[in-house]
């Protein structure tokens, strides 16, 4: 407990307040960007991390700037369809059908309350139960992190608000281009077609960005040609009561998925978000408003991102395990700084520790004091004329594309999904399946491939052990469920068709028994 609390006297020094506060920032102006990202860059700023000398300052400022970038990435999925950040993806779908309602502001408002509270109650529950909660984490292995991507695949189908096999056939082609490149185990090159450029593999914000971004900008074209512009109306920019009322719920249960599929590598905000919003949409008694502008599509998966990537932190700092990209950032700034994480770490550097821990309080706070306010400002993005907006948006997403490589092969890359997007979308496919299905896929094909080799080829392994087999469990019962459905209330139907029957004769009955009285 005197260590918990020394951990606030050292994020209350002048230096390392500072420091907290230039990395949410960073973040934040990060994640509204899309393209650099937040490894990137963290990579970018590692020099600067190295000229401060100080550790904890370092680490602060590079924490900070990760779990900014997750409130960040929700400002132009909301207001331009452009998720800035992969674990914003599912924000999307809800998001940008609240702005086109002139609800923009809530949107915004509700997302940066719900990741408040996401990011707060999982610093609690991070500080609490580290040591527990690592010594979990540790026991999953390939078999387990190719079961949960495997479930997250067959998820993704729910996520859409259009027809079921669409949102199959999207994802299905979602993993067929995962696999492009140079394969990991034996190098050789998988439908490259002899380009050098694809050898690496196609990135997914080139992905994003085409499918979302180019793609809605060819369609605004297309739907406004000739019509006239009317600025958009921007109502209820603070979150009503109903609004919070409503959004209450999958708040609370965005919070628990995000902060234990957090601690697993291999899950991460990503998959946080897509299981919360699944979630909320197979028990919402409303399922059909999901895609067209509900506030829990919203909620849901910002607050689980948020709380994911504050429990990331867990197998990080504790075992020495970086669960995405980003953890690996950071996890290179403590080498560098001549730190090693492991179990010890909270033993031998508890200042450090509870210091990078605790400051997580104070970013947080910040982070909701910046994205309230400045709501009335994001939100008059959507007054801006379409013959404006279009070639900004236009700009932003060259610009991203360019700078993940300085390529231009990735900008004509992105367009070319930019197209493709638009066809979808004339053909009732949702991208939003294609996009997760791709991010999964690479999760799904190195973890299968690894667990072969662990059980020498033997598929039946996964079924064997405890914690895939469960994982596999839960998946069958994911596929079955709408058939159980379907029969549950075709079950119902026939009781009720039965039952009304049987009073009708028992009343056709009564009357004729009268009739022969009289």
Not at 19 to 35: A, K, Q, R
Not at 66 to 88: D, K, M, N
Not at 447 to 462: A, E, L, Q
Request: hydrophobic residues 50%; glycine residues 12%; aromatic residues 8%.
């Amino acid at each position: 407990m005197d260590e918990f609390l020394n951990g606030f006297a050292v994020v209350a020094q002048p230096d390392v307040l500072l420091y907290c506060l230039i990395g949410v920032v960073i973040g934040m102006l990060i994640g509204v960007l899309p393209g650099l990202g937040p490894a990137a860059t963290m990579a970018i700023l590692l020099p600067i991390v190295i000229q401060i000398g100080d550790p904890i300052s370092g680490i602060v400022m590079l924490a900070g700037v990760f779990y900014g970038a997750q409130y960040g990435g929700t400002i132009t999925s909301v207001l331009l369809r452009l998720p800035g950040e992969a674990s914003s993806v599912v924000t999307v779908f809800d998001g940008f059908a609240l702005a086109k309602q002139g609800k923009a502001g809530t949107a915004l408002g509700v997302a940066a309350i719900g990741s408040f509270i996401g990011a707060t109650v999982s610093i609690v529950l991070l500080s609490l139960t580290a040591p527990l909660v690592a010594s979990w984490a540790i026991d999953f292995g390939p078999p387990e992190y190719a079961a949960l991507a495997l479930l997250g695949v067959l998820l993704v189908s729910t996520i859409g608000s259009g027809n079921t096999v669409k949102a199959l056939i999207a994802a299905a082609i979602g993993l067929l281009l995962a696999t492009v490149g140079q394969d990991k185990f034996s190098g050789a090159q998988r439908y490259t077609f002899g380009s050098l450029e694809l050898s690496q593999g196609i990135d997914f914000v080139v992905v994003a960005m085409g499918l979302f971004g180019v793609s809605e900008i060819l369609h605004n074209l297309e739907e406004r040609a000739g019509k006239p512009h009317v600025p958009a109306k921007v109502t209820n920019v603070w979150p009503s009561r109903k609004d919070l009322k409503e959004a209450s719920p999958a708040i609370g249960r965005g919070t628990v998925v995000g902060f234990f599929l957090g601690v697993l590598p291999g899950g991460g905000a990503v998959m946080s978000s897509l299981a919360a919003y699944a979630t909320e949409k197979r028990i919402s008694k409303t399922p059909e408003e999901f895609g067209r502008g509900s506030i829990k599509g919203v909620a849901a998966p910002e607050t689980a991102n948020n709380a994911a990537a504050t429990s990331s932190f867990i197998p990080l700092l504790t075992l020495g395990i970086p669960a995405n990209a980003s953890m690996a950032m950071l996890f290179a700034g403590l080498l560098v700084l001549g730190v090693t994480p492991s179990p010890a770490l909270v033993e031998e550097n508890p200042d450090l520790f509870w210091g990078v821990v605790n400051s997580m309080y104070v970013g947080n706070l910040i982070l909701l004091l910046l994205s309230i306010p400045l709501v009335g400002i994001f939100v008059r993005i959507l007054r801006v004329r379409p013959a404006i907006l279009a070639p900004i948006t236009a700009l932003i997403t060259i610009l991203g594309a360019y700078t993940l490589n300085n390529s231009t092969f990735d900008v004509f890359l992105m367009i070319g999904f930019g197209a493709l997007g638009y066809l979808m979308k004339k053909g009732g496919f949702e991208p939003g399946p294609m996009v997760l299905a791709f991010v999964l896929g690479a999760i799904l094909e190195n973890n299968v491939r690894r667990s072969m080799i662990i059980y020498d080829g033997d598929p039946t392994g996964f079924v064997r052990d405890p914690i895939s087999g469960t994982i596999l469990a839960a998946f069958v019962l994911v596929a079955l469920w709408p058939v159980g459905k379907k029969l549950l209330a075709r079950r119902t139907q026939v009781a009720a068709v039965g039952a009304a029957t049987t009073t009708s004769d028992h009343a056709s009955d009564t009357s004729q028994r009268e009739d022969s009285l009289r």
